[in-house]
């Protein structure tokens, strides 16, 4: 079956810090994929998506490009802020239903 | 626009009691909703998809008895925790597929989660 697997966490970056969160996947086909951001306390929020092989997905300075031949979407970021600390979910979606697999999930811990 | 909401946002109930937790898709007529369950720390585990006037699709291991999934309309499904126990207290969090045909289909848009204790 699909799966998605992420960078165990935490990451602790300074702010202004570079930032790669690893995520590769394994499916059939051509899957649609999503990097989520969640705040504490809160449900996910849809950060960016990809929905073909070399797409770009990009949303408030995060990006992830769709490699096909690694079948990777890492998320990157050139300079992280405090509020950017948050778990970040990369998924993939591989069906009619649009069925959503997540991975582990990865815990951003940015300090001043 | 695509806003879902949750509804209550948190509830502390005690043991044996049925909670109701309604999802509601505010601008957009969803047809499919899920529902997930998401432990301290980790990842979201899907539940069940929940159909729009019929019945929903439970994953494996999910007892359907207990959590009731009720989807009458295109804007609202309920998920029903019933004779909660404590080991039932988590976080539940919502999603629903935009049916319509102006918006991309393979993006779900979430609640903002349902926050249960069981004493």
């Known amino acids: 079956g699909d799966s998605v697997t992420q960078m165990e966490g935490p990451v602790t970056l300074s702010e202004e810090a570079f930032l790669t969160i690893n995520c590769t996947y394994t499916a059939t086909g051509y899957p649609s994929l999503f990097w989520y951001v969640q705040y504490p306390g809160e449900g996910l929020q849809l950060l960016l998506k990809a929905t073909k092989a070399d797409d770009k997905g990009s949303n408030k300075g995060f990006e992830a490009t769709y490699r096909k031949e690694t079948t990777s979407f890492h998320l990157e970021k050139g300079s992280v802020q405090v509020s950017d600390s948050a778990v970040y979910f990369c998924a993939l979606s591989n069906n009619a239903g649009n069925m959503l697999t997540f991975g582990g999930g990865t815990r951003l811990m940015v300090k001043p | 626009g695509a806003v879902v909401s949750q509804h209550p946002s948190r509830v502390i109930c005690k043991s044996g009691t049925s909670v109701k937790i309604e999802c509601r898709s505010l601008d957009f007529q969803a047809t499919t909703m899920f529902w997930y369950r998401q432990f301290p720390k980790q990842s979201l585990m899907l539940m069940a998809t929940?159909?729009?006037?019929?019945?929903?699709?439970?994953e494996q291991g999910v007892e359907k008895d207990k959590f009731l999934i009720n989807h009458a309309s295109l804007t609202l499904s309920t998920l029903t925790v019933t004779s909660a126990h404590p080991e039932d207290s988590s976080f539940y969090i919502c999603?629903?597929?935009?049916?319509?045909?102006?918006?991309?289909?393979?993006?779900?848009?979430f609640g903002p989660g349902t926050r249960l204790t069981v004493l």
């Open positions: 929940s159909n729009e006037g019929s019945k929903a699709t439970y």
């Open positions: 999603s629903a597929r935009d049916s319509g045909r102006r918006r991309q289909t393979d993006t779900q848009y």
